[in-house]
């Protein structure tokens, strides 16, 4: 379990085990390099602004060969929330239709149907089975939310049975591969609307947020708002007329790109790029399960599925206190994430078996004395 990226590219202090991908990545190195270009592109002037949009159309090309997608299916906006209350905005819904969720879904993606207003009623899965979100899926369902991987407990959801069962009611399947995309091998087109933010093992920043809209599946998409640059004709629209729109995903970013971001995420692509993602893959989730043995040799339950194919790059453990956890784990020089009651683990391709060592050779003792306090 030798670190598939070289630790001394990022910039994290030498000896920390760095395990919260899963909050934030540390930052590359080389994304120094992508400030400064941004710099000199910004005060070039028309030309400069040239070198921007190429650089949008370079990321648009790499995130949809990293989702295998065409280009043209990808646009980009701020976060993850925008994206999908632009998406949730744009629906129109019937008394009696439902949108199925779990009770476990990031507010991201939950909230902006669930503050819809006359919106469908909300289904929500409670519990841990494999086939929950299924269960509640009926003719009237309209939108199946999911993330791809849980950002509370790492679980890891099968998107076949989602995507038939969409198929089957006539339901739109969005999702997000926040806590999947960069490490995980992805297939956007089993969905009808995915996004991703940049600033997780996707080693960008904020500020910018993929999205993915199936041309195929929903050509006659129209989001309920627009912007200068989601327009078709951008020079001199003609507001006399109705107003046509961008006619690929683009027509999702109704202003400028946050284009610093995108310079960064330029970088942080073409850096995953120098490295086999299928290779990543497997260290990545190798970890994790040897976290999870090594938690259960030490007595410890996790809160992530025990099945391989639930499994994704985080392992978390609940427990009160979380938050002084993670401040005992900093001061041993083991950085990891905390709150939401749980304590979150997370592996990029930095960690190594060291890592893990040094978080199994202190945790079970501050946990149990944790719970102790806690009694």
């Known amino acids: 379990m030798t670190p598939i990226f070289d630790p001394a590219e990022f910039e994290m202090p030498p000896g920390v085990a760095h395990l919260c991908a899963g909050g934030e990545t540390p930052l590359l190195r080389r994304h120094a390099d992508a400030y400064a270009r941004y710099a000199r592109d910004k005060a070039a002037g028309m030309p400069g602004r040239s070198a921007q949009e190429a650089v949008v159309e370079r990321v648009r090309a790499r995130m949809a060969a990293l989702w295998q997608v065409e280009a043209g299916d990808i646009g980009f906006v701020s976060s993850v929330a925008e994206g999908v209350s632009l998406l949730a905005e744009s629906l129109a819904f019937r008394p009696g239709d439902n949108i199925v969720l779990d009770v476990k879904e990031y507010p991201s993606v939950a909230a902006p149907f669930a503050m ?16 929950r979100l299924e269960a509640l899926v009926d003719e009237r369902t309209r939108v199946i939310a999911v993330s791809a991987v849980s950002y509370l407990n790492g679980e890891r959801f099968d998107l076949a049975p989602l995507r038939a069962l969409a198929d089957r009611v006539g339901a739109l399947l969005v999702v997000d591969f926040t806590q999947a995309a960069g490490y995980l091998r992805i297939e956007a087109g089993i969905a ?14 904020t500020g910018v947020a993929t999205a993915y809209w199936n041309r195929a599946r929903q050509p006659g998409w129209t989001p309920g708002s627009a912007g200068w640059h989601s327009l078709d004709s951008m020079a001199r ?14 027509r999702f970013t109704r202003g400028n790109p946050a284009h610093l971001p995108l310079y960064i995420l330029d970088g942080a692509l073409d850096y995953l790029a120098q490295h086999d993602a299928a290779a990543l893959e497997a260290h990545v989730l190798g970890l994790t399960a040897a976290l999870r043995q090594g938690l259960a040799a030490a007595g410890i339950a996790s809160t992530t599925p025990a099945e391989p194919s639930r499994q994704a790059a985080s392992v978390t453990v609940d427990t009160a206190g979380s938050e002084a956890l993670v401040a005992a784990l900093e001061d041993r020089g083991v950085m990891a994430w905390g709150g939401r009651g749980r304590i979150r683990f997370s ?16 945790f079970p003792r501050l946990w149990r004395e944790s719970q102790r306090a806690a009694a």
Not at 116 to 131: C, N
Not at 237 to 250: F, K
Not at 347 to 362: M, S, T, W
Request: charged content about 25%; cysteine-free; aromatic content about 12%.
């Open 192 to 205: 009808d609307f995915a996004f991703a933010a940049s600033y997780k093992w996707l080693l960008g920043v």
């Open 347 to 362: 592996f990029h391709g930095y960690n190594g078996a060291e890592d893990l060592d040094r978080l199994l050779q202190d």
């Open 116 to 131: 819809k207003r006359g919106g469908p009623a909300l289904r929500i899965a409670e519990g841990q089975a494999a086939g």
């Open 237 to 250: 629209p003609d507001y006399a007329g109705p107003l046509a729109l961008r006619p690929d995903a683009l």
